[in-house]
């Protein structure tokens, strides 16, 4: 089965600050996408961006962007100019074409954003 | 128009009982799985649904029962609850193609006592 690893358990950035979470994976499959969830605390699983594998360009969404290294089996967020909404648990996600579809999870890292 | 909808949202029920949670999605997906969230907020599959056909079973205690009616609805069976099954478990759904997202609902916290 695909693991999928995020390093820090917490992190903290100021309001108006940048921040990275971290994601790496471990696959060998070629084909698959990558994803990173958000859940507040209301427990709502919120779909933050993807990134399909094939793809060699980041994903952009606003002010979530990806840095994805298909090589390093790396995905990294960053979330720039971070907002107080911003707080949240954020779960990064592999999806695989093969097996039943499934989604694997990363263990969450909790994001506190400092006023 | 709620997408993915599970009741009940809270649910707190003695050791030994059987309960049930619903769920019912809107989207046509065909696609649908039951996750559980620990005390430590991790995400494991449980079950995964496909127009009503199981395909995934992950080693899940057989107290645990998913029934797919129809392929919008995925309700979990819980047969003679034990403290450790309490959790927050999310129903979710998707198309079973390349890239397509998971729809989440707003899970339940299960309570045993």
Redesign the interface.
Known sequence: AQTVTQSQPEMSVQEAETVTLSCTYDTSES?Y?L?WYK?PP????I?VI?Q?AYKQQNATENRFSVNFQKAAKSFSLKISDSQLGDAA?Y?C?Y?S?Y???????G??T?LTVIP | DTAVSQTPKYLVTQMGNDKSIKCEQNLGHDTMYWYKQDSKKFLKIMFSYNNKELIINETVPNRFSPKSPDKAHLNLHINSLELGDSAVYFCASSLPVRGAEAFFGQGTRLTVV
């Not at chain 1, 209301?42 to 699983?45: A, T």
């Open positions: 084909d996408y994803f859940q209301s427990r709502q699983m779909l993807r399909e648990m779960f996600a999806r074409r097996t039943g579809n499934q989604f694997y999870f263990t969450g909790s």
